[in-house]
Structures are given as C-alpha cells and as structure tokens.
C-alpha cells in the first residue's frame, strides 16, 4: 500500500514522505543507543541526518533551475526529460 500512496503524491509531497521515512529510522537508531548505553546509534543518526540535509539542498538547487527555465513545476513536464 506504501507504494501506491507514494505515486499519488505531488512533487513536494515526495521528499517530505522520504524525509519522514528517514527520521523515523534515526528515531530509531537513538532510542536503541540510549537503550544500550552506546554512543554508536546516535553518531550514526547525525551522520544520516547531514548527508539527508545535503541530498534535500541538491534536489531544492535542481527544482529551482528547472522553475526558473520552464516558468513552472508540474510531474507530467518532467517526466519529458528522461532520455
């Protein structure tokens, strides 16, 4: 069912679904740190949560290039550049 929930989604509504996804797993990487007593989970939590914050700055850069040439953001005009 994730997945055809997924495919209804606007373009925005997208990566707010995978940032969510990914939060949760963090979440979960510091309850079990801090249930095991050990640092490892929540060094690794902020390890994900900086290479998200870099793939969510790349992606942001790329749909505002494509903005500013088409004049507007639509799914069905993207889908036209795939080779």
Do not use: W
Not at 16 to 43: E, H
């Amino acid at each position: 069912m994730g997945g055809k929930l997924h495919l209804k989604l606007n373009i925005c509504g997208k990566p707010i679904a995978n940032k969510y996804r990914v939060l949760a797993i963090n979440m979960n990487f510091i309850f079990a740190s801090i249930f095991l007593d050990d640092l490892t989970g929540q060094i690794f939590s902020i390890l994900i949560l900086t290479v998200a914050a870099a793939e969510s700055a790349i992606g942001l850069a790329l749909l505002i290039i494509y903005y500013r040439i088409r004049g507007g953001v639509s799914i069905n005009l993207i889908s036209l550049l795939k080779a």
